[in-house]
């Protein structure tokens, strides 16, 4: 149980296009999602929280015009990097978290990005 | 604030010989604790977590970490390695009332020599 999945696992855009990627979390309802962006040997850095039905919370630094988060349902939070250029290119992961007590978070398998 | 250090970016290791991981943290309050393992090209998998309850926590695959408060510490230990170890090694502190943000460590590449 407690299964995230991402799509797509794999992208590649032309700089100053758009690209959405989806976070499912497959058996389970989750109230919050969080979307992290890893760079290569490095950490995770979390970029925002999302809760089902309300805007995400963004962290300091991360332009929330230019990664758009939406938390339409219980299962499915989407990231869309919009116009994106070359910097943007990373691995993006992303979280689910039940709610309640709980305080783990079950991890997608990530998004690599390339744009080029 | 809150942060977590992890005191060495790669260790190595022989087959069969034990594994330390280290981790500090710094939190206010009581937070809880977690040690996740990323293989190349795979997702992270949760190894333990800690959440006050008892301050020895086993996890999966023989892995077990204690928690230290007088010493901030949640070191990452395993008797025995095994090829199938090598990968990074996060730890991360989910202090109290943060609405369960997670912040990570820098990681720790483990590496096992056969």
């Known amino acids: 149980g407690a299964v995230v999945s991402q799509h797509p696992s794999w992208v590649i855009c032309k700089s100053g296009t758009s690209v959405k990627i989806e976070c499912r979390s497959l058996?389970?309802?989750?109230?919050?999602m969080f979307w992290y962006r890893q760079f290569p040997k490095q950490s995770l850095m979390l970029m925002a929280t999302s809760n089902e039905g309300s805007k995400a919370t963004y962290e300091q630094g991360v332009e929330k015009d230019k990664f758009l988060i939406n938390h339409a349902s219980l299962t499915l939070s989407t990231l869309t990097v919009t116009s994106a250029h070359p910097e943007d290119s990373s691995f993006y992961i992303c979280s689910a978290r039940v709610g309640g007590y709980s305080y783990e978070q079950y991890f997608g398998p990530g998004t690599r990005l390339t744009v080029t | 604030a809150q942060s977590v250090t992890q005191l060495d970016s790669h260790v190595s290791v022989s087959e069969g010989t034990p594994v330390l991981l280290r981790c500090n943290y710094s939190s206010s309050y009581s937070p809880s604790l977690f040690w996740y393992v990323q293989h190349p090209n795979k997702g992270l998998q949760l190894l333990l977590k800690y959440t006050s309850a008892a301050t020895l926590v086993k996890g999966i695959n023989g892995f077990e970490a204690e928690f230290k408060k007088s010493e901030t510490s949640f070191h990452l230990t395993k008797p025995s390695a095994h090829m199938s170890d090598a990968a990074e090694y996060f730890c991360?502190?989910?202090?109290?009332?943060?609405?369960?943000?997670?912040?990570f460590g820098t990681g720790t590449s483990l590496t096992v020599i056969p």
């Open positions: 058996d389970f309802q989750a109230t919050t």
């Open positions: 991360v502190v989910s202090p109290p009332n943060t609405g369960n943000q997670f912040y």
